[in-house]
């Protein structure tokens, strides 16, 4: 295939006991990675095709925390057009077209359709969409257009048609975020490096203030195994505050929790195969309603959190929340006895100052780097995992504990198989 995608064979199932003879090598590694979701199995990505020696080790399974509880989307993100945010939003749409050239059989094109129910929204969001899919460019996956009444009416079948004046339909994309993190893991295994789950840090080493490694705790057998390095990548999400702790007790928080919920109901609520996006909830979000593996999708929600929890539970108010708003939409809409399953994920917000509410903090990537080699990465979102792990890569090589070279992980197509 004369693509020019560079294309690691599929590697060798590996049982974990080898996978764990190899962190017992004495031998120190380029660098180590904590945390096994998108942002950690990114960097380890982009790290091992650079030809660098990398363990990446994870709590739990990969991909299990939030990385696996997202809106399952691959978008620039609408809202933050609304908010002016024009880099972040062409940056993302240009990571979209990167993810549905090398992951086709994960990532895929999806059209949206707003119903309005004001001619003047109607036009506003026309010109608005164009925007968003002229920042595109040449990779747009759809043109934006105008819908009228019946089209909008058999496109998002269900939809409240009282009032109803037409709507405006564009085009993103949506993903299985879980095998997203499988393909991930595979390709890092593939370009060499040792992904090992079951393990959690259990202490940073410094030597004169510097950091030189970890230690990881294997929780299946007590095991310590020590992990030397000048470079230790912290992508542990919302604990990221909890390992930078271990380095310095007294490191001020760069984190804001965030819970974000979704719930699924059956797709007969809205049967067809196009999504609905709400311009604006009170809250000053989108939600969505997607058609997604046979259900419909509904999310999400922005909760202020004081402290991280490794499973959280939506909230009946949450629930409440989503299923309001839908039904200015769906006629006839859901309710709680409706709901087949609910589940929430949990961001970790780059901020300085904690607050009751996180709408409206950014959610652009932040990395951090202390102690000479440990580079914290916050913030983000799953469209740009590629990116937060190239400005990582390069917070190390800054800090003059990698020769991290130039990062080829554009044309790197990722083992689905």
Known sequence: MNDGLIRPAAPPA?????????????????????????????????????????AVIEAHEFGSGTSSRSTKLVHGGVRYLAQ?????VREALAERAVLLRTA???????????????????????????????LAGARSVGPTRWLGKAETAARLPGVRTR??????????????????????TRTALALGATPVSGLRCAHVMLKTGQVAGIVAEDHATGEMLRLRTRCVFNATGVWADALRRMADPQARSIIQVSQGSHLLVASRWMPGTAALLVPRTPDGRVLFAV????????????????????????????????????????????????????FAGLRPLYSLAHTNGTASISREHAVVAEHGGLITVVG??????????IDALGAAARAGVLLSGQSRTEMLALVTQ
């Open 104 to 134: 086709p059989a994960i990532v895929h094109p999806l059209e949206f359709i707003v119903p309005c129910y004001r001619h003047v929204d109607r036009v506003v969001l026309r010109i608005g969409l164009g925007l968003y899919d002229a």
């Open 84 to 88: 002016g945010k024009i880099k972040l």
């Open 380 to 389: 983000g979102k799953w469209t740009t995992y590629r990116l937060m792990a």
């Open 291 to 342: 058609p997604y593996q046979g259900q419909l999708l509904v999310g999400t929600t922005d909760r202020a959190l004081e402290a991280p929890v490794w499973d959280p539970k939506p909230s009946d108010a949450e629930v409440e929340f989503m299923l309001d708003t839908l039904r200015g939409y769906l006629d006839p809409a859901p309710i709680a006895a409706d709901v087949v399953s609910r």
């Open 163 to 184: 009032g109803l004046v037409g709507g405006v339909a564009y085009w993103d994309g949506q993903f299985d975020d879980l095998a997203m993190c499988r393909a991930l």
């Open 14 to 54: 590996l049982p974990r006991a080898a996978l764990l003879a190899r962190l017992r090598e004495p031998q120190p590694w380029d660098c180590v990675v904590v945390g096994g979701g998108a942002t950690g199995l990114g960097i380890a990505v982009d790290a091992a095709l650079r030809g660098l020696r990398v």
